[in-house]
């Protein structure tokens, strides 16, 4: 499972961010029992220690998380569930098991089944729990983060996970970066004047339909 | 602000997402709102990156870990090399004294 590598210092760090932003180990832990998905709650650690509203923390939450509809639409076309198996698979479902059920899942023989996809959530979900508890009682030891300078690596984080997203080998052409720097530039732009979450909000949405009126008007010229 | 509330409200906002998009497998979203999705990443991701770097008192250290940072994982498509390269050139332009 190459990708618990990627998972563990990733889990450290939202952990470490998290403690520096003033959250107990419980409610560092809480949230990778609850929520379980990577960005938002590094996302969500930074707004903390931005001192940021709770309608940015969760409004941010949602955005970033939306994508999961997609997963979901895209692994029920290829996967019948029942009703239970849907209620249990929803909570583990992430970017990684995702990954993992389409590309690994449909070559097993038989195809792709409700065990394959649950154990690859399940396997993940153990490992991020694992590492945030590492991670929060490990952050509690430490000095003052910003002694250590940790506060760059929550961009840095996203920043690798932007990274494949705008030049990675399956990405087609050049409009996922044009997004980004409006995006990026927009929100900086917005920081000066609005508070945190809602410049997330705001630069997310507004970048979002950028790419989808751009893709429209290539579809056209097409 | 009350953090209990805060995580129990991201829950709130991220399970049902998750739990309708596996029960809607026979939806057929328009061709926008499908591109309105995919680029949602892409575009949350980028605002959250360049205001903390670009909007820190220390911008000159963080961008120089993210240039380093973001070429390793170019090149290597590690996440962990990004994140530790990324640090450690973080490192060397504050102990340079940029």
Redesign the interface.
Known sequence: MPLW??M???AV?YAVTARGAG??VW?TQ??SL????G??QF??A?L?AGGA??LG??S??????????????????SL??SRAQ??L???F?TDEAYGVALVSGSREPGGLSFGYLLGAELSLYAIWNASTLAGALAGSALPSPEAL?V?????????????????GPQVIGRL?VV???A??????G???VVPGGL??LL???????????L??RQ?EGA | MNALLVIGLMWAVTYPVRWLGLGLGGLKLPPFWLAFLRFVPVSVFAALVVPDVLGSPEWARRFVACAVGGALMWRSRSLGLGILGGFGAYWAARLAGL
């Not at chain 1, 955005?63 to 076309?77: E, I, M, T, V």
């Not at chain 1, 506060?151 to 030049?167: K, W, Y």
């Not at chain 1, 630069?203 to 009126?213: I, K, R, T, Y």
């Open positions: 590598l990627g563990v210092p990733f760090a959250l107990s409610e809480l949230m609850t929520v379980f998905a960005a938002s996302a969500a930074g903390f509203s709770m923390i969760v941010t939450t949602f955005l970033l998380n939306a994508r999961h509809l997609l997963y979901g639409l895209s692994l029920s076309r019948p569930l849907r209620l698979g929803a909570q479902l300078g506060g760059v690596i929550f961009p840095l984080a996203f920043l690798m996970l932007l990274v494949p997203l705008v030049v996922p997004v980004a720097l995006s990026g530039l927009g929100a900086w917005l920081s000066q410049v997330i630069s997310g949405v507004g970048g979002a339909l950028l790419g989808a009126a893709v429209g579809g």
